[in-house]
């Protein structure tokens, strides 16, 4: 059995796609998915599956979310390896200074286009940083991220890619519960 974390996007969010996390647990559960953990109420889930194929995992989850729900949910599916390589690689934490409340982290679908990775910096204001690295981009909003204008809309429309956020304390405590 492998160890998987599912980020999904846009779920209790403003009174958007409700899902109690008790129902979703329960329907990871249904769909076939094994010691599965739920943490806080933005879509974290952490399940094992013997299942080796991302891509399959994340359309048994969306169908299931479809099905039950009737919307569809977005879903990043990471292995265990790879949310510890996350964790490990944030270049911020590095630094001396750096306020791990004001860090972010966003995942996505697929590697970025090159093209838009130099545009990104265009949006960062108030001394807010970003490196991405991979499929992944390591966010700092010293001034906090409410009013930034670095948002997920830019970063997906151009790096033409889809992806989902979290704070760097969530992603601590997937790596912790993942392990």
């Known amino acids: 059995m492998n160890t998987y974390i599912a980020l999904l996007r846009g779920i209790n969010v403003s009174g958007q796609h409700i899902i109690k996390m008790v129902d979703l647990k329960d329907l990871f559960i249904c769909l076939g998915f094994e010691n599965v953990i739920t943490y806080i109420q933005s879509g974290n889930i952490i399940f094992k599956s013997a299942i080796l194929n991302k891509m399959e995992i994340i359309t048994k989850i969306t169908e299931g979310i479809k ?43 697929q590697l970025p286009s090159k093209e838009g990775i130099p545009l990104l910096n265009n949006y960062c204001t108030n001394k807010e940083e970003v490196i991405v690295k991979g499929n992944t981009i390591f966010s700092y909003f010293p001034n906090g991220v409410g ?3 670095f948002t997920l809309n830019v970063i997906e429309s151009k790096l033409k890619t889809k992806g989902t956020s979290r704070n760097w304390n969530t992603i601590t405590k997937l790596v912790e519960l993942s392990n």
């Not at 009737?70 to 911020?92: G, P, R, W």
């Open 67 to 109: 099905e039950k729900y009737n919307y569809k949910v977005f879903v990043i599916v990471l292995t265990k390896q790879e949310i510890n390589a996350i964790f490990s690689s944030n270049i911020f934490l590095k630094r001396d200074g750096i306020n791990i409340k004001k860090l972010h982290v966003t995942v996505l679908d």
């Open 147 to 149: 009013r930034s204008k």
